[in-house]
């Protein structure tokens, strides 16, 4: 497998319903990315080998989200008992101890979206032939709506525009030599209907450098704060009542300020809690032919933003890092 790509596949407007939005133990709302990834691998595996492509990295892009949630202040999940019936193993017991045993609520948090999904990706002997890519781009797009989508499941799509396409960058290496090729304003133009598509819509980013920057402003005041606390304070708008110079009345002046960007915490991944043991060590585990870690989240600082306002298209791209040394399983941006 290669791991350049040299393309884009995008799956645009998929209907997901009842995915699972607690996306760690910290956060809920939109997808895990690195469930995202998953979903990722799980299309690679029945696109046929024969098509020569390679999906390497997944960006996200909501549109539409309905969390299934009651309540108008204290948001409560909407839970379900599944399924509503008494205990197999009680229901001999009901006449002769008179009493009943139903299953426990396990509380799962779903909710509805419209999303889309862009790929990067190597294809092959294929990278030339544009009216080929886009029959592989149906014929993906249809692959897909059979699969669940973390731990949900797509409604048939009708739409007909935008379509699911692929755009191959031909000669060039990357995006950025993309542009280069020929006069420009075609590729350009590609690249620009590409993000108009996923309009209107925010794209998933990753900002470890505003984590980073926050971070080390907080230790200048105080060196015992954390990451996590730099993660929490950036999680928030703090208030904080400013004296006018010259003048008894002051304001309160909020953290954010305008351009500041829509700012959340997400989970980018996992880290080691254990060492990695054989294939059959642990008992329960869901693949025993596999090595075996106890992991808890990574988290780290995102940015919903409009895709027209990106660069490149890469740009949204996230692409999954494997590190077993350093214990690290997490998904780049």
Known sequence: MNYEHNGYLVLPRLRVQNYNMISSPLTWGAPAITGVVGFMHALQRIIPHKWDIDLLSVGLIMHQFEPQVNGAFDRRFNLTRNPPVVLRNHRKDISRTGEVKVAAIVEEGRAHATISLVFGIYCGENAGN????????????????????VGGSFLPSYRTSP???????????NEADFMQLGSGSDQEWSLRSLKNSLL???????RDDLLREHTQRLKLKDPKLSN??????????????????????????PSRKAGDGWLVPIPVGFT??????????VKNARDPSVPFRFVESLYSLGEWRSPHRLELVQDLLWLPVTDHAQGLYRCIN
């Open 130 to 149: 544009q009216e080929k890519l886009q029959q592989r781009a149906r014929e993906i797009f249809e692959l897909a709506q059979g699969l669940r989508f």
């Open 163 to 173: 379509e699911p396409e692929i755009l191959a960058f031909g000669g060039a290496e």
């Open 200 to 206: 209107p819509g925010f794209a998933l980013l990753c």
């Open 228 to 253: 996590l606390d730099a993660l929490l304070d950036l999680s928030r708008i703090n208030y904080v009542y400013e004296q006018n110079d010259g003048d008894d009345a002051g304001e309160w002046v």
């Open 272 to 281: 080691a809690l254990s060492e990695l043991y054989e294939p059959g060590m």
